[in-house]
């Protein structure tokens, strides 16, 4: 299974932690769920690079083979274009939950600044 804990402060999204596989296939097959959960997140970090203007050195990122955590600063997340990414992410992370909750879980995590 797939846990993915979305980061917020004030109503605000910083960031999120992706762990685990979502093993909707068995071990060598194709997964489809998994590869719908990396396409949202990986697919978060490029658009806050190409289209938010985000510097790599502002995201503060960790992958591994299974894991994808991305943080963003406050007062860097704190805009409207962001928010909307992560809007996006979240809305499809929602929607593969709905469908296959044996695979995927998804909590929101009120963090500090």
């Known amino acids: 299974m797939t846990n993915i ?9 910083t960031g999120f932690k992706s762990e685990g596989h979502a093993d909707f296939n068995g071990s060598g097959e194709y997964d489809i769920v ?9 697919g978060l970090y490029f658009s806050l690079v190409e289209n938010c203007n985000i510097d790599e050195n502002e995201i503060h990122a960790i992958q591994e083979d299974g894991f994808l955590e ?3 600063d406050y007062n860097k997340s704190n805009n409207i274009k962001i928010q909307s990414n992560f809007e996006f992410m979240i809305t499809g992370l929602k929607l593969l939950e709905a469908q296959y909750s044996n695979h995927i879980n ?6 500090q600044r």
């Open 106 to 111: 998804l909590e929101v995590m009120e963090v």
């Open 70 to 72: 991305i943080k963003l």
């Open 34 to 42: 998994c590869a719908a959960i990396s396409i949202l997140t990986q």
């Open 5 to 13: 804990i979305i980061y917020k402060n004030q109503n605000v999204y």
